[in-house]
DNA sequence: CGGTAGGTATACTGATCTGTGAAGTCAAGC
DNA sequence: GCTTGACTTCACAGATCAGTATACCTACCG
């Protein structure tokens, strides 16, 4: 779980009907096409709502880009700890899994990987990424710590994991294969079940 | 060393002294800024080269990005391969660092990464990207096969460390970090040195 | 001498980009 | 009944987008 500070960065605004709608349409429309190749006409097109009101609501498209990562990640975060709720005996892997098929309807791999290439060096919305990036990498530390109290640097261990998990998903962005995400996974089980290094 | 239908897709076409100037400019502004953040007029402007021969000799605005790709990936795949001549007795950890170093000027992440997130899924440099990883992959499996024959599954571990690396650069890509890049990097270590599975 | 290749300069097209201004509609709440 | 907030319509700004047209220059090569 995400501590105060980064609360704030990962929360998206409140939001009026309209607005949400412009999100989600934006959301769906980013995620596909990439931030730049999105413009805020077709935004508006596409949702049916008017430009007026996108910038009487977010103020600029760069406002739109962050809250669409910010809901990205509230939704997803929602999504992931009922999975790891739901697999109280293997909640590392739950933890993985639900990256996996969090990216499956459109398979373009991360969302927050693609979105940080494309974006300015001092974007806002950079803050959202490394803020998700950190919780993740923190709800595994937790979870190697709290499960596998055999494995003896539980940092090092999640991190690696971490690691196996975006190179997978970065993979998969480019040739929508499988392949190496499952490899990953049998890699995470197996230093999971391994005896401390 | 990659086959040959593989080296055509990776080839650079030849070019004139100013087309290559042109290039060079894109490429640095490309993996910079983004695909879709940079103009063709700027690319004009900042080589000193007209925008009319940049269309002379590249024909579009897609065709400098698959140049630009195919440049970075020929580059960059020679001066790994020196690197790795130099150090025959770590021949992986070198293709390892070879990666890391190429990056490091901008601090971008993986350049193939960034434009595969940015890019249509049917452009045509896509296939380069494809074409690139690919390539590095059987690199590291011809390496692991044949300076480390007590590992059991060379593909597998090749896999596994691609992985890695590919997390490390997207990683330092977002947050400028090292930490994760050199986490991965001890991981290989001690994957090489470990005995078979 | 003449052709050809590589290049320059400049002006232009039509589309698309983010963002704004002005005026008006409609419903809920005080 | 009157204000306020959410929203629409539409026109428009000014910049930038990829790409083209016309005309000219220059060096090399047969």
Known sequence: MPDS????????????????????????????????????????????????TLYDRFGSKDAVIEAYLQQRHTVW???????????????????????????????RGCAFLNA?????????????????????????????TADHPDIADPDRTAEVIVLLLEGGMAHRGIDGDDHLLRRGRDEVERILSAAPA
């Open 77 to 107: 975060w929602a999504r992931m700890e009922r999975r790891i709720a739901a697999q109280p005996d293997a909640r590392v892997l739950a933890l993985w899994d639900a990256h996996i098929q969090d990216a499956e309807p459109f398979d």
């Open 5 to 52: 500070a980064e609360e704030a960065i990962l929360t998206p605004p409140t939001l009026t009907p309209r607005a949400q709608r412009i999100l989600d349409v934006a959301s769906e429309l980013f995620y596909r096409r990439g931030l730049h190749a999105v413009g805020v006409d077709t935004i508006s097109a596409e949702s049916g709502v008017t430009k007026r």
């Open 116 to 144: 940080g290439g494309e974006l300015p060096v001092d974007h806002p919305a950079l803050r959202v990424i490394r803020a998700h990036k950190a919780a993740v990498r923190d709800r595994f530390v937790d979870l190697v």
